[in-house]
């Protein structure tokens, strides 16, 4: 396990809730922020782009890449795979960047079990209806798709206690106040701090 891995962010809760939208806000708020692009079986929607908001493959190449030990996480979410690569996490936390997730509950799981300091949000809305509205409003998925996630969502309420914060996304200006607060806080993580540095300025070297 890395020591930067306190500069790790994730974000889960149920699709719908604004994780991407707030994800964007940080990457355009903060620097050296890296997004852990996942790479996924589902189909790609309309607007999405190939390797900025995931890599999409068939299901044969993600199996072989669960065979070949590629993902550190990867969980079955709504009927598709989903799993983050482990290999560009490692090189973004060794160059210190804040690593930011936007995962599934199951994911949220793995993430801590493998870095236990990482921080985490469940981010939610305020009832269900405020979230089907937001699917429907969003208009990227069939009513099919938007009751499987509905139905979803309501399960995944049920891993809340295993989260550091909680985010009810109701106004938008204060959940990215709140989210860009909570990462801005990550780089003050006592073990984030080069010791040996302010030792030696203390001691006049
Ligand atoms: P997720 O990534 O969790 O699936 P999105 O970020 O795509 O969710 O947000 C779902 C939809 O809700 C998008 O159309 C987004 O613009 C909208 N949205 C996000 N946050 C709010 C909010 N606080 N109030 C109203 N609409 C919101
Ligand atoms: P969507 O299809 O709406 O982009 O994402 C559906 C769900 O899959 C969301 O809850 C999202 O956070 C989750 N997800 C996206 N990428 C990953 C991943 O790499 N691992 C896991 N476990 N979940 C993911």
Redesign the pocket.
């Known amino acids: 396990m890395s020591d930067h891995a306190y500069q790790i962010l994730v974000?889960a809760?149920?699709?719908?809730?604004?994780?991407?939208?707030?994800?964007?806000h940080l990457l355009q708020s903060l620097p050296d922020v890296y997004f852990s692009i996942s790479t996924t079986t589902r189909t790609k929607r309309e607007g999405e782009i190939e390797g900025q908001h995931y890599y999409f493959v068939s299901q044969e190449a993600f199996l072989a890449g669960i065979e070949n030990q590629q993902f550190l996480e990867w969980a079955c979410v709504h009927g598709d795979y989903y799993g983050t690569s482990l290999k560009p996490i490692q090189e973004a936390l060794q160059a210190k960047q804040l690593v930011l997730f936007?995962i599934d509950v199951q994911g949220h799981r793995s993430v801590r079990e493998v870095y236990p300091k990482a921080t985490s949000i469940f981010?939610t809305?305020k009832n269900a209806q405020?979230l089907q509205d937001?699917?429907e409003?969003?208009?990227?998925d069939s009513l099919a798709v938007i009751a499987r996630r509905m139905a979803t969502a309501f399960k995944e309420l049920q891993d809340v206690d295993l989260f550091d914060y909680v985010l009810i996304?109701?106004?938008?200006?204060?959940?990215k106040e709140m989210v860009l607060s909570v990462a801005k806080t990550l780089r003050y993580k006592q073990q984030m701090f080069p010791k040996d540095a302010l030792y030696q300025a203390w001691s006049g070297n």
């Open positions: 974000l809760g149920p699709s719908g809730a604004g994780k991407s939208t707030l994800i964007k936007d981010i809305t405020v937001r699917l409003k969003r208009q990227t996304n109701d106004n938008l200006e204060d959940a």
